[in-house]
């Protein structure tokens, strides 16, 4: 089932993902943050989800904006990250010299 973007950030405040497999977090992800509207440090942009990579805590998420693939950011998630930790998170960062920015939403 797709859920629409508003049933996304519900369900990411109600949502624990500790029993979810990785591949199942993993699509949980994908559908949450893919053809969505965010604000990445000052910047606003279509957000595409280009990778997931999984490590034994982590999600670590690929993002482009769909205008500009030549910059992007990395998300990296937990279990316990919610997706409005993550959105709060990309909407403060301030970026850097790497391309791609890392933002760390698995302390929140």
Known sequence: MIRSPANSVL????????????A???EWWCRALDQRMIDV??????????????DQHHLWIQLEPANDTSRG???????QTTLIDALRRLRVAAGG????WIVDASKV
């Open 24 to 26: 199942m977090r993993a």
């Open 97 to 100: 010299m790497a391309v791609p």
């Open 73 to 79: 950011v990395v998300l990296k998630v937990t279990r």
């Open 41 to 54: 440090g000052v910047d606003r942009w279509w957000a595409h989800v280009v990778g997931v990579h999984i």
């Open 11 to 22: 369900e990411a405040v109600t949502e624990s993902h500790a029993g979810d497999s990785d």
